[in-house]
């Protein structure tokens, strides 16, 4: 029983297209986020989101948007892909606040732009 | 913003043997948290080690211990009796109360038999 879900795990596109990719825990954490792993193997924060609501949001272009319809989900739309996209995404919750501790990942996405 | 740097790309260690990664951050925060992160190549990102840093006794998890140093603001993970399996990326990261999470730039690990 996976606790922090992803889909697609892996993902290939053109250039131009839009594409989602979902995101579900099931820790009953109310903290989300996605992060992007590129090819030098850094992890950049993207978003997090705490109870349905944006509490982070770094220099991402506008083309990335976030939604979270509930605590448990936390999905990325991408629109119009360019090359430089293509990375490893991955997902990942935890628990708000002091005692709140270490984040919980999922396996990742990987999208490869051609 | 706080930042979290590893100052090495590349660590190699004999098996059995120990090796230190290094890591230091950037905060002018006094309560947060510390973490290991492990990345083998299946690219799971598995926790390692944590710490509190309103703790002062140094975490330990079997043959993965930290030196925590938070007046100098480093974090350094030792792995005793390194093993084939510990090959993999590690990652230092900085989370603070309000649940923003930082991570270095990641050591790569190379273990040889």
């Known amino acids: 029983d996976t606790a922090v879900s992803q889909t697609p795990k892996y993902l290939v596109t053109q250039m131009g297209n839009d594409k989602s990719i979902k995101c579900e825990q099931n820790?009953?954490?109310?903290?989300m986020y996605w992060y992007k792993q590129d090819s030098k193997k850094f992890l950049k924060i993207m978003f997090s989101y705490n109870n349905k609501e944006l509490i982070i949001n770094e220099t991402v272009p506008n083309r990335f948007s976030p939604k979270s319809p509930d605590k448990a989900h936390l999905n990325l739309h991408i629109n119009s892909l360019e090359l430089g996209d293509s990375a490893v995404y991955f997902c990942?919750?935890?628990?708000?606040?002091?005692?709140?501790?270490?984040?919980?990942f999922g396996e990742g996405s990987r999208l490869t732009v051609l | 913003a706080q930042t979290v740097t590893q100052s090495q790309p590349e660590m190699s260690v004999q098996e059995a043997e120990t090796v230190t990664l290094s890591c230091t951050y950037d905060?002018?925060?006094?309560?947060?948290?510390l973490f290991w992160y492990k990345q083998p190549p299946s690219r799971q990102m598995i926790l390692v080690i944590r710490?509190?840093?309103?703790?002062?006794q140094n975490a330990t998890e079997n043959r993965f211990s930290v030196n925590f140093q938070k007046a100098a603001k480093s974090f350094s993970l030792k792995i005793s009796d390194s093993q084939l399996g510990d090959a993999a990326m590690y990652f230092c990261a900085y989370r603070t109360y309000n649940n923003d999470m930082r991570f270095g730039a990641g050591t790569r690990l190379t273990v040889k038999p």
């Open positions: 990942a919750s935890s628990r708000t606040g002091q005692g709140g501790g270490e984040l919980f």
């Open positions: 905060t002018s925060e006094s309560d947060y948290y």
């Open positions: 710490q509190e840093a309103y703790k002062q």
């Open positions: 820790l009953g954490h109310d903290t």
